[in-house]
């Protein structure tokens, strides 16, 4: 199995307000409020650095099993989502360190920025996974993603999935002893093929 790297320009990526304010539940800013979200898109766009490591599987599914060619992982919702599928991809993508860095500053000196400025973030990693998803599959019919800590599956499966990826070597993605990643604004998933 190749380990297959993935890089895009944050600047290619189709983020909008909308999707910020969507992730702050903000329905009718004012005009101060939108001008602060423009403000912290634009510098969540120029500190992103975006990578993602993926391989595509053969799945299969025993029961409540979805059994990959390096891992199986247990979970009811996991093989509703994939079921039909006999492939699948497997990615971790992220967006460096930076915004982790500006977002803790952020919360210590400027609050209402650091909310805003992570939501920000939320966004443009999204749209990288977006992105990436569509790359993937433009020749094929597949699911969306799905994620370790979605439905039943559990967190700690990520362990094994950022293992066999080499995420940290590769693309600098770690976990913490209770299996989240560092940088936060990283995104681990699977997506089927049919």
């Known amino acids: 199995m190749n380990h297959i790297l993935y890089t895009s320009s944050p600047s290619r990526l189709e983020i909008s307000t909308r999707d910020v304010l969507r992730y702050l539940n903000v329905r ?8 602060l979200v423009n403000d912290c898109l634009d510098e969540a766009v120029k500190v992103a650095q975006l990578k993602a490591v993926y391989v595509r599987t053969n799945v299969a599914l025993s029961g409540d099993k979805a059994i990959f060619d390096f891992m199986e992982m247990e979970s009811k919702s996991l093989c509703k989502f994939i079921d039909g599928c006999d492939e699948a991809y497997v990615f971790v993508a992220t967006m460096g360190i930076k915004a982790d860095m500006l977002v803790n500053r952020y919360l210590k000196t400027d609050p209402s920025r ?5 939501a920000a973030c939320v966004s443009v ?7 990436l998803n ?17 439905g039943d ?16 070597r590769k693309i600098g ?4 002893d209770g299996c989240l990643m560092v940088p936060t604004k990283s995104v681990s998933a699977i997506i089927g093929i049919k």
């Not at 650091?114 to 992570?118: D, K, Q, T, Y």
């Not at 569509?134 to 979605?150: A, Q, V």
């Open 28 to 35: 009718e800013p004012d005009e101060e409020l939108l001008a």
């Open 114 to 118: 650091g909310v805003i400025f992570n």
């Open 125 to 131: 990693i999204e749209a990288f996974c977006d992105k």
């Open 134 to 150: 569509g790359y993937l599959l433009k020749t094929e019919n597949s699911s969306k993603r799905f994620s370790p800590g979605y």
């Open 153 to 168: 599956l559990k967190l700690e499966y990520q362990r094994e999935l950022l293992t066999h990826l080499d995420s940290v």
């Open 173 to 176: 993605v770690s976990l913490t």
